[in-house]
């Protein structure tokens, strides 16, 4: 596991089932409609539950090598798992936390999204130019979102909304081992948000196993006597 100093612990579709009996859960986008994630301060924002946490995929089609710019470089304390190669395919997944702006909230949750987390993107300056760099993604990129028919706002310029140092973050620790991620996340009242994007490598799927039917596998068996009583006569 890679110790990531500071707010910040880091080691290394897809479920996004609740691993543990902590209080709190994933949640999700709608399916259509609009998702406001600049701010619940007006009371137009996407709100969620005090221990509760808005999870979706973001970006698929996407290689490592896209988006190494936006994890580790200067900041310090972003990391990506060593050795990958910079052609494995990625998806991008979003984590947003906005409990109610009066009394803030704080996340305790572990979730398992089905597959090898790569990189963690938590520092504002970097979130906000990943929201940039929207406007000019690979081809053959895919905005999921997009894809089910939702609208996302996203908080570009937001000071203090990444779940990490320089983000706001000072009370935030993420502790990400493979496939499954533990937020331990502190929102004071009347703050912003946390907010972070998981680089998360696209599983291949293992060619199917085949199991012939008895009718089948009676049929070799025949094909294998016939072949044997042949070498037998000759």
């Known amino acids: 596991m890679m ?6 612990a880091l080691t290394g579709v897809v479920g996004l089932a609740a691993v543990s ?4 859960s994933v949640v999700s986008l709608p399916l259509t409609g ?3 994630l600049t701010d619940n301060n007006d009371g137009t924002g996407t709100t969620t539950g005090d221990g509760d946490l808005l999870v979706f995929e973001e970006y698929s089609n996407l290689t490592l090598g896209d988006v190494l710019s936006f994890v580790g470089g200067s900041s310090g304390y972003e990391e990506v798992v060593p050795g990958v190669s910079n052609d494995t395919g990625v998806s991008i997944f979003y984590l947003h936390y906005d409990p109610d702006h009066k009394t803030g909230g704080n996340l305790n949750l572990t979730f398992d999204l089905g597959a090898e987390v790569l990189g963690f993107i938590g520092v504002d300056g970097l ?4 929201d940039g760099f929207m ?15 939702t609208s996302v706002l996203y908080p570009t310029g937001r000071s203090a909304r990444g779940a990490g140092p320089g983000g706001g973050g000072g009370r ?10 533990t937020a331990s996340w502190h929102v004071p009242k009347k703050a912003v948000m946390d907010t972070a994007r998981l680089v998360v490598r696209n599983e291949v799927a293992p060619p199917p196993t085949v199991i012939p039917s008895p009718a089948a596998a009676g049929a ?13 006569r000759l």
Do not use: Y
């Open 3 to 8: 110790k990531l100093m500071g707010a910040i």
């Open 220 to 232: 070799g068996c025949v094909l294998l006597g016939l072949l044997a009583a042949r070498r037998s």
């Open 21 to 24: 009996a902590q209080a709190g």
């Open 172 to 181: 935030d620790l993420t502790t990400i081992f493979g496939s499954e991620v």
């Open 135 to 149: 406007s000019s993604m690979p081809t053959g990129a895919v905005h999921l979102p997009g894809a089910t028919a």
């Open 34 to 36: 609009l998702a406001d």
């Open 127 to 130: 979130m906000n130019s990943f």
